[in-house]
């Protein structure tokens, strides 16, 4: 059976899942998004799957997270989150002079900040530039709070507004969820992927503490 056809099949399976539960899967929402190397998607012709009636072909991006690409890729994240948060930046500032600072933190955390945390775990590990695109906004909504100009130093705003820079708000986030899954306060589905090394019973080197 070849991919596509075992692939629908699948869905099929789910589909029929759904209906009996008395849920619904929309064919007119749903996406498929092929992922691998540019070697490995270059070996697959998938052209559609079957879903009901209707013939999915496969997207570029999934708007499930609307993060990868089919390459694993997360440079378009970046640069979409960047450009959509400027947008807003740029009509809040219109506004700035007619509302308080409460409130412009308000509107920064509801149409930024909130943009900037969205799946922010992905983005560790990878080139500066990309997380560098979200700390330019980053500085801008503290420098737009304060309405001070784009070369004043951004680090004592951070602090007054208790505001991390991105690259330690996405390590904050990791450690914060691996916290949770060691102490049971995460999904299990999360908890499963960790496992603890207890202290073995033999004292090996690294672990003797050497008296000077």
């Known amino acids: 059976m070849p991919s596509h056809a075992a692939m629908g099949q699948c869905i099929l399976v789910i589909r029929n899942w759904m209906c009996q539960n008395r849920l619904m899967l929309n064919k007119d929402k749903t996406e498929f998004l092929l992922i691998g190397t540019k070697q490995q998607l ?26 990868l690409k089919s390459n694993l890729s ?8 960047s450009s959509a948060a400027f947008y807003y930046l740029y009509n809040i500032r219109r506004i700035r002079k007619y509302l308080t600072k409460e409130f412009i933190e308000t ?21 500066a530039c990309h997380p560098q695109k979200l700390q330019r906004v980053e500085n801008a909504a503290a420098q737009l709070v304060y309405q001070e100009s784009k070369f004043c130093h951004i680090t004592p ?3 007054s507004l208790h505001w991390l820079p991105v690259r330690y ?3 904050f986030e990791i450690l914060l969820v691996t916290f949770k899954a060691i102490h049971g306060f ?27």
Request: with cysteine; net charge positive; hydrophobic share 40%.
């Open 42 to 67: 270059a070996k697959v012709n998938v052209q559609h799957i079957k879903v009901g009636n209707a013939n999915i072909i496969p997207q570029p991006t999934v708007k499930d997270l609307g993060v």
């Open 74 to 81: 997360v440079v378009n994240h970046s640069t979409k989150t």
């Open 107 to 127: 509107l920064i955390h509801s149409f930024i900040s909130s943009r900037l945390g969205y799946c922010n775990s992905l983005l560790y590990g990878i080139p």
């Open 169 to 171: 708000r996405i390590e």
């Open 186 to 212: 995460a999904p299990a589905y999360i908890s499963d992927l960790i496992s603890i090394n207890h202290k073995g019973r033999y004292n090996l080197r690294s672990t003797i503490k050497v008296r000077a």
């Open 157 to 159: 705003l951070f602090k």
